[in-house]
C-alpha cells in the first residue's frame, strides 16, 4: 500500500495535498518538499508542548516583572564575542550556518579548547569519526581536559549522554545530521531538522545550557531546513568569505542578545583560524600604487570602522550589450551609480564592460561607500589614479547629490588612524569640530560634480 504523503514549504511550513510550484501562502518559488504523513504518538506530543513548562501561565503586570541578569560565558575569542555581544549567554541557542569547508568545524574546536578551562563541553559530531577530531584537535593545539566528544545521531541517545555527563555547552555538527526515531523521514528532512532542533533548544531553555548547532546551506546559499528553526534559535550566525581566500567574516543576522550589526574577521591560516583585530590594516595590505581605478572607503560594521579598498576596471567592450560584473557590491546598486554617472557626468559607459570588486572578500551593504564606488569608476575610465592619501565617504543620490552619513567622525578618526590626509565627506556632515588638524584636509561636497570641479578636482 503507498503510503500517503504531503508537501510542505520550506519557508513558512504551509503543507499542501500535491507539488505546486509557487508557495500559496508565503508566495516563495520551488519551496514545496514531499514528506510523508506521520501520525503522532502521544510521547510525541508531549514532548512538542513540552516547552510550554518554561515560562509561567499566569498573566503578570508589566511592572511587576524582573529584568533578568544574563550570565554570559566568554568564548575565548574576541571576534566571536564581539558578534555574540559579549560572549554565550546560558541557556541560549545559537545556529551557525556556512558554506562547506569555509572553516566551522574549525571555529568549534578553537571554541571548545577555549571554553573547557572553565566549563564542560560536550561535542556532538555526526559527520566526523573521533579519530578525525582528534587530528583536527591536535593540528590546532587544542587538548582540554573537559571537554567531550560524542559522535552519535540519535537525539534520544544524545540527550540521554547530556543528563548524565551535564555539560554546561553542547555544540552539535551538524543539526541536519540528528534525527529522531518516532519521525519516519530521514534525517535532514524539514521534519527532522525541525523536531530535533526543538528538543535541543527545550533541554537548553529547561537546563540553561547553553548550545551551538552547525547548520548546513542549500544551492541559494540560504540555511537548509524550515524557516522556523531560524526563528527557534537566540541568534543566528553566517560564516562567510571565498574558500581561496584567506579572510572570514562572521555575522549576525539575529541576536536576542546583542546587536546584529557586528562582523568578526579571521584569517585562516596552518594554525586555525587567527583573529584579525585590526582589520582595516589587513584590508588595505598589499594596495597597488599609482593605479587608476582604485579607491579608499570607510565603513561602519556595527559599532566598528573599516576600511576598504574599492577597485573598478572599466574597458572597451567587443559585444552588443556589454557586461556588468560586481563582487562584494550589490549589482542594483552598481547599476543606478552607472546611471547617475552617465546622466549627470555624460561619461560614455554603455559601450565599455565594468567591473567592480572589494578587496578582501568584503560585502558592502550600505550606502556610504557610493562616493568611493564612483571615484573609482571614473579613475579607470579617465585612466587617471586616485591620490593613495584620499578616502571617500558619502551617499550618492539620483541627481548627482552627496548626502550625509552617520558616524562621520569615527570614520574620520579611523581614516587619519591609518595615515589617510585628504577626507572627501558630505558637506551636511560637516561641522567646525571635525575642522583639519594636523595637516588633515577635510574636503566637504554637496554632489559628485563638486569632487571633479576646482579647487578640488581630484583628476586634474
Given at each position: 500500500?503507498?503510503?500517503?504523503?504531503?508537501?510542505?514549504?520550506?519557508?513558512?511550513?504551509?503543507?499542501?495535498?500535491?507539488?505546486?510550484?509557487?508557495?500559496?501562502?508565503?508566495?516563495?518559488?520551488?519551496?514545496?518538499?514531499?514528506?510523508?504523513?506521520?501520525?503522532?504518538?502521544?510521547?510525541?506530543?508531549?514532548?512538542?508542548?513540552?516547552?510550554?513548562?518554561?515560562?509561567?501561565?499566569?498573566?503578570?503586570?508589566?511592572?511587576?516583572?524582573?529584568l533578568?541578569?544574563?550570565?554570559?560565558s566568554?568564548?575565548?575569542?574576541?571576534?566571536?564575542?564581539?558578534?555574540?555581544?559579549?560572549?554565550?549567554?546560558?541557556?541560549?541557542?545559537?545556529?551557525?550556518?556556512?558554506?562547506p569547508?569555509?572553516?566551522?568545524?574549525?571555529?568549534?574546536?578553537?571554541?571548545?579548547?577555549?571554553?573547557?578551562?572553565?566549563?564542560?563541553?560536550?561535542?556532538?559530531?555526526?559527520e566526523?569519526?573521533?579519530?578525525?577530531l582528534?587530528?583536527?584537535?591536535?593540528?590546532?593545539?587544542?587538548?582540554?581536559?573537559?571537554?567531550?566528544?560524542l559522535?552519535e545521531?540519535?537525539?534520544?541517545?544524545?540527550?540521554?549522554?547530556?543528563?548524565?555527563?551535564?555539560?554546561?555547552?553542547?555544540?552539535?555538527?551538524?543539526?541536519q545530521?540528528?534525527?529522531?526515531?518516532?519521525?519516519?523521514?530521514?534525517?535532514?528532512?524539514?521534519?527532522?531538522?525541525?523536531e530535533?532542533?526543538?528538543?535541543?533548544?527545550?533541554?537548553?531553555?529547561?537546563?540553561?545550557?547553553?548550545?551551538?548547532?552547525?547548520?548546513?546551506?542549500?544551492?541559494?546559499?540560504?540555511?537548509?531546513?524550515?524557516?522556523?528553526?531560524?526563528?527557534?534559535?537566540?541568534?543566528?550566525?553566517?560564516?562567510?568569505?571565498?574558500?581561496?581566500?584567506?579572510?572570514?567574516i562572521?555575522?549576525?543576522?539575529?541576536?536576542?542578545?546583542?546587536?546584529?550589526?557586528?562582523?568578526?574577521?579571521f584569517?585562516?591560516?596552518?594554525?586555525?583560524?587567527?583573529?584579525?583585530?585590526?582589520?582595516?590594516?589587513?584590508?588595505?595590505?598589499?594596495?597597488?600604487?599609482?593605479?587608476?581605478?582604485?579607491?579608499?572607503?570607510?565603513?561602519?560594521?556595527?559599532?566598528?570602522?573599516?576600511?576598504a579598498?574599492?577597485?573598478?576596471?572599466?574597458?572597451?567592450?567587443?559585444?552588443?550589450?556589454p557586461?556588468?560584473?560586481?563582487?562584494?557590491?550589490?549589482?542594483?546598486?552598481m547599476?543606478?551609480?552607472?546611471?547617475?554617472?552617465?546622466?549627470r557626468?555624460?561619461?560614455?559607459?554603455?559601450?565599455?564592460?565594468?567591473?567592480?570588486?572589494?578587496?578582501?572578500?568584503?560585502?558592502?551593504?550600505?550606502?556610504?561607500?557610493?562616493?568611493?564606488?564612483?571615484?573609482?569608476?571614473?579613475?579607470?575610465?579617465?585612466?587617471?589614479?586616485?591620490?593613495e592619501?584620499?578616502?571617500?565617504i558619502?551617499?550618492?543620490?539620483?541627481?548627482?547629490?552627496?548626502?550625509?552619513?552617520?558616524?562621520?567622525?569615527?570614520?574620520?578618526c579611523?581614516?587619519?588612524?591609518?595615515?589617510?590626509?585628504?577626507?572627501?565627506?558630505?558637506?551636511?556632515?560637516?561641522?567646525?569640530?571635525?575642522?583639519?588638524?594636523?595637516?588633515?584636509k577635510?574636503?566637504?561636497?554637496?554632489?559628485?560634480?563638486?569632487?571633479?570641479?576646482?579647487?578640488?578636482?581630484?583628476?586634474?
Open positions: 500500500m503507498k503510503e500517503k504523503t504531503v508537501f510542505v514549504c520550506s519557508e513558512c511550513g504551509y503543507r499542501a495535498p500535491q507539488w505546486t510550484g509557487k508557495c500559496r501562502q508565503c508566495g516563495k518559488w520551488n519551496t514545496m518538499e514531499e514528506q510523508e504523513i506521520v501520525s503522532e504518538t502521544p510521547a510525541k506530543k508531549a514532548t512538542r508542548h513540552s516547552v510550554s513548562n518554561i515560562y509561567d501561565s499566569e498573566p503578570t503586570l508589566l511592572k511587576e516583572l524582573e533578568p541578569n544574563y550570565i554570559r566568554k568564548s575565548g575569542i574576541g571576534e566571536l564575542d564581539r558578534v555574540l555581544g559579549g560572549g554565550l549567554v546560558n541557556g541560549s541557542a545559537v545556529l551557525i550556518s556556512g558554506e569547508g569555509i572553516g566551522k568545524s574549525t571555529l568549534l574546536m578553537q571554541i571548545s579548547g577555549k571554553l573547557c578551562p572553565e566549563n564542560k563541553v560536550l561535542y556532538v559530531s555526526g566526523e569519526s573521533g579519530s578525525q582528534k587530528l583536527r584537535a591536535k593540528r590546532l593545539g587544542v587538548s582540554p581536559d573537559n571537554l567531550y566528544i559522535i545521531t540519535n537525539i534520544d541517545k544524545i540527550l540521554s549522554h547530556v543528563d548524565k555527563i551535564k555539560p554546561d555547552i553542547i555544540i552539535v555538527d551538524s543539526v545530521t540528528i534525527y529522531d526515531d518516532r519521525v519516519s523521514s530521514s534525517a535532514g528532512s524539514i521534519t527532522q531538522v525541525r530535533t532542533s526543538a528538543r535541543f533548544i527545550i533541554k537548553a531553555k529547561n537546563e540553561g545550557i547553553s548550545i551551538i548547532l552547525v547548520s548546513h546551506v542549500n544551492k541559494e546559499g540560504m540555511i537548509a531546513g524550515p524557516k522556523v528553526l531560524e526563528h527557534a534559535v537566540d541568534a543566528v550566525l553566517y560564516f562567510e568569505g571565498e574558500k581561496r581566500n584567506s579572510y572570514r562572521i555575522r549576525a543576522i539575529k541576536n536576542r542578545f546583542g546587536s546584529t550589526n557586528e562582523i568578526g574577521v584569517e585562516m591560516n596552518e594554525n586555525g583560524l587567527e583573529e584579525v583585530p585590526n582589520p582595516s590594516e589587513a584590508l588595505l595590505a598589499g594596495r597597488p600604487k599609482g593605479v587608476s581605478g582604485s579607491c579608499a572607503v570607510c565603513l561602519m560594521e556595527g559599532s566598528r570602522p573599516i576600511i579598498e574599492v577597485q573598478a576596471l572599466g574597458v572597451q567592450s567587443v559585444f552588443p550589450s557586461k556588468r560584473s560586481s563582487n562584494g557590491i550589490d549589482h542594483n546598486r547599476y543606478m551609480l552607472l546611471a547617475v554617472l552617465e546622466k557626468l555624460g561619461l560614455r559607459l554603455s559601450q565599455s564592460d565594468l567591473y567592480l570588486n572589494v578587496v578582501g572578500g568584503l560585502r558592502i551593504e550600505e550606502p556610504a561607500a557610493d562616493m568611493a564606488v564612483a571615484l573609482a569608476l571614473i579613475s579607470s575610465m579617465k585612466d587617471k589614479p586616485v591620490p592619501n584620499v578616502i571617500a558619502g551617499e550618492i543620490g539620483l541627481a548627482g547629490e552627496c548626502r550625509a552619513v552617520p558616524n562621520i567622525d569615527q570614520r574620520i579611523e581614516a587619519v588612524r591609518l595615515g589617510f590626509d585628504t577626507i572627501i565627506i558630505p558637506k551636511r556632515n560637516y561641522t567646525k569640530k571635525i575642522d583639519c588638524e594636523n595637516g588633515i577635510i574636503i566637504p561636497v554637496s554632489s559628485i560634480f563638486s569632487v571633479l570641479m576646482p579647487p578640488n578636482s581630484l583628476f586634474d
